[in-house]
Structures are given as structure tokens and as C-alpha cells.
């Protein structure tokens, strides 16, 4: 079938996945794995989230050079994603997770040591391009080939180890602060989060399975090249900005709620609480949107989750009271919790399983530097106008626009002309 197109008014079949696959019961050992390391490795920036107000009073600034420090962080991750996953290919994850537990463990203890130029050197330097560059995407390109059938899920399962760091730790930071201050909370948690990523990485993280190669993903039509209907560089192309376009109003909240709250006159404590009410429910609907994407497909779930983020952005505007905002809070989680691991399925749908190694840590890397993005913007048009009002507006518009490169590609893709693909 590959290779041939499609007559008119044919129906298209495609292939279906072999009776055996190449899913076991490690394949999740594997996940859940994944699932716990960057549940660790992502909790470090969030000491400096739940410390903003504190660091941004110490360093006798504003709130725009801890928000910068997030930033970077995400930047690096993004940057360095690209570099490790090919290191990862040549050497195996286990040692770039090993590799990158020990590099945030080193860049917490760098941002702890008291200058502005510390915490931009250690988060965007150790926390991000080397530490959590070398977890964060060679994991996603790692699981996705121990899975054919659940793909989707198990993506949104290892995704969620960014949303469970930041409903677990942002309340006990916040305690933890407030007792022995947010210098001495980073390099203590770098100790711990070490203690737990490499012998997990050690154990667990073996050789994946290798992948058939009439399953393994192809062009319909290689010598055309076509994905469907445009260049593949096209829909490469809008998927990276899609990508950037719905992290940076996905950042916002995240980065600034505890001190959104704060300004409104709710607790730290209590923001801190929404903030993990924001990660929790984003976790628990990450499940779900697994689970929907594996029928629906990833295009499907990104134009719904969208939408979903772009209504509580606005709703976010629209609240004051603390009981509203718990309720705007969830509802956010709820839209944002599927839009990541959709990048990657939609991603491992149209291109060729071979190309994984680099589409897929660069798409992160547009993903990473929407977040940097949409947490420097936080800060810094709160610095210049003196509210947060002006941010959410900027948020809301680059959510309608990547809500509109999404909803065009899905159009594409269900208008001809269309090609038969494998199974990438």
C-alpha cells in the first residue's frame, strides 16, 4: 500500500498492528519509570516559582530576574534536548538521565549561591540545557519505542511527570521556604532528586525493543514526499510554532499564580495550593487525553485542549474571589493537560519513525522556549504595568493564533490529497 495514492472516492486502510506487538509488561515498568524521573528532575525549577517574591526582595530587583531564570531553564531544556537525544542515540538514555540528575543537582546549588548571574548561569546552564535536556526529550523518544497500540497513553503518562513536580512540590517548597529560606531548599533538593533519578535510570533504563522495519513509519509516496498534501517542512514547520504558541499561554499561569494570588490578598500557602491544583488536575486529565488521542488521533486532541486553555485563560481575567480561581484553576489543568504528548503523537503519525531522534527534541525545544517565553512576559509586563491584566491579554491572543495552525492542519488532514501511512 505504501508508496501508492489513493483513487477517488477510495476508502482508505490502514495498517493495522500486528497481533504480536511490541508492548510487554516492561514496556510500562519503563514508563512509569519515566514518569518518576521527571517527576523529580521538574521540581527544581519550581523552587524558585514558589521563592519569586522572596528572591526578586533579596536581589533588590523585580519579579522580571527570577521569571528570567525560569525562562532560561526552559530554554536550555529545549536546547539541550536536541543535543542529548542524539548523544542518547549513540549511548543509550540510561546515561544521559544519570548525566542530567547529577547537572541539576550541581545547578540548584549554583542558583543557591546568592547573585542574579548564579541563577541565570544555573538554571539555564545545569538545570536546563545539560540536566534536564538529557531526561526530558531522550525519555519522550525512548518510551515512544516501547509502544505501538497505547503510544498515546503512555506519552501522557511520562508527560505527567512535569504536572505531578508541580502539584507535589510547590506546597511543601513553599513550607520549606518559609522555614530555612530558598537558598538552602535548592541544593538540598538537588541532593534528593539525584539520590532518586540515577538508580532508577541504573536499573531500569535498558536497550529499547528493536522496531520491525515494515512498522516502522514511511511517506506514502517518498519520492513525492508529500505529508499530507504540503511538504513535510510545512507542517514541520507549523507544528514547531503551534507548539511555541500554546506553551507560552500555558507558562503564565504556572510561573505567576503564586504571585497572582498574592497580589489579590490570598495566602502564598493558598496559592501555592491552586498552583497544585493547576499541575494535579492537569495530571489526572493527561490520563484521559491519552486515552482520547489513541481514537481520535493527536490533531483532534490539540484543537480541543486549545480551546480548552484559551476559555479558562479568559476566565482567569474574569475572577477575583479565591474560590473561583481554585475552580478556574482546575478547569485550566483540565484544558492544558493533553497538548504536549498530542505534539509528539501527531508528530510520530506523519513522519517516519527514523527521524524521531531529531523532530521529535526539536519540537520540544519550540514547546520549552514557549514556556520561557510566556514566563519572562509574565514578569515582565507586570513590571511595566503594574498588573497582570496586560499578560493574560498577550497569553489569550497566542492561544487563539496557535488555536488556528492547529485547526488548519486538522482540516488538512481530513482533505485530500491524502496518502496511506505506516505505522510510525
Given amino acids: 500500500m505504501c508508496g501508492r495514492q489513493i483513487p477517488a472516492g477510495a476508502v482508505l486502510k490502514y495498517p493495522s498492528i500486528p497481533a504480536a506487538t511490541i508492548e510487554t509488561r516492561t514496556s510500562w515498568v519503563v514508563a512509569v519509570v519515566a514518569l518518576l524521573t521527571l517527576a523529580f528532575s521538574f521540581g527544581a525549577p ?16 523585580g519579579r522580571e530576574t527570577p521569571a528570567l531564570a525560569g525562562s532560561l531553564g526552559w530554554i536550555g531544556v529545549g536546547v539541550g534536548g536536541i543535543v ?4 542518547a542515540e549513540r549511548i543509550g538514555v540510561r546515561w544521559t538521565v544519570m548525566f542530567g540528575a547529577a547537572m541539576v543537582c550541581v545547578g540548584l546549588a549554583i542558583s543557591s549561591l546568592g547573585e542574579p548571574w548564579h541563577l541565570f548561569v544555573g538554571h539555564g546552564l ?3 540545557l545539560i540536566g534536564n535536556g538529557g531526561i526530558n ?4 523518544v525512548y518510551v515512544s519505542k516501547w509502544f505501538d497500540r497505547h503510544r498515546g497513553s503512555a506519552l501522557a503518562l511520562i508527560s505527567s511527570g512535569v504536572y505531578i513536580a508541580g502539584a507535589m512540590w510547590p506546597p511543601v517548597f513553599e513550607r520549606v521556604v518559609a522555614a530555612v529560606g530558598w537558598r538552602q531548599t535548592m541544593w538540598t533538593y538537588g541532593l534528593l532528586e539525584m539520590a532518586v533519578i540515577v538508580p532508577l535510570a541504573a536499573v531500569f533504563l535498558r536497550a529499547p525493543p528493536e522496531i520491525p522495519r515494515r512498522y516502522a513509519g514511511k511517506f506514502a509516496n517518498p519520492g513525492h514526499g508529500k505529508v499530507i498534501g504540503w511538504p513535510p517542512g510545512v507542517v514541520y514547520a507549523l507544528l514547531c510554532a503551534a507548539a511555541f504558541l500554546c506553551c507560552m499561554p500555558m507558562a503564565l499561569p504556572q510561573a505567576h499564580l ?3 494570588c498574592s497580589d489579590l490578598g490570598i495566602a502564598p500557602s493558598h496559592g501555592a495550593a491552586m498552583l497544585s491544583v493547576v499541575l494535579g488536575s492537569g495530571f489526572l486529565s493527561r490520563q484521559l487525553w491519552g486515552a482520547f488521542s489513541d481514537r481520535a488521533g493527536g490533531l483532534v486532541t490539540l484543537v480541543v485542549c486549545s480551546a480548552c486553555q484559551a476559555t479558562a485563560l479568559t476566565a482567569f481575567t474574569m475572577t477575583q474571589d479565591e474560590i473561583g480561581l481554585f475552580t478556574v484553576a482546575a478547569f485550566f489543568g483540565l484544558g492544558f493537560g493533553g497538548l504536549v504528548p498530542a505534539y509528539v503523537l501527531a508528530l510520530r503519525a506523519l513522519f517516519p519513525a527514523g ?9 520540544l525545544m519550540f514547546s520549552g522556549s514557549g514556556m520561557a517565553a510566556g514566563a519572562w512576559m509574565g514578569g515582565f509586563l507586570y513590571d511595566w504595568f503594574g498588573y497582570y491584566g496586560p499578560a493574560f491579554v498577550a497569553a489569550i491572543a497566542a492561544n487563539l493564533l496557535n488555536l488556528a495552525i492547529v485547526v ?5 488532514q481530513h ?3 491524502r496518502r496511506v501511512f505506516g505505522i510510525a
Avoid: C, H, N, Q
Fill in 258 to 260: 503564586v504571585a497572582f
Fill in 137 to 140: 526529550a531522550p525519555l519522550y
Fill in 408 to 412: 488548519a492542519l486538522l482540516l488538512r
Fill in 355 to 363: 527521524e524521531a531522534s531529531w523532530r521529535v527534541p526539536t519540537l
Fill in 126 to 128: 545545569f538545570i536546563g
Fill in 84 to 87: 542529548m537525544g542524539r548523544i
Fill in 46 to 61: 519550581w523552587v524558585a516559582v514558589v521563592s519569586l517574591k522572596a528572591i526578586a526582595a533579596d536581589f533588590g530587583s
Fill in 415 to 417: 482533505a485530500g490529497p
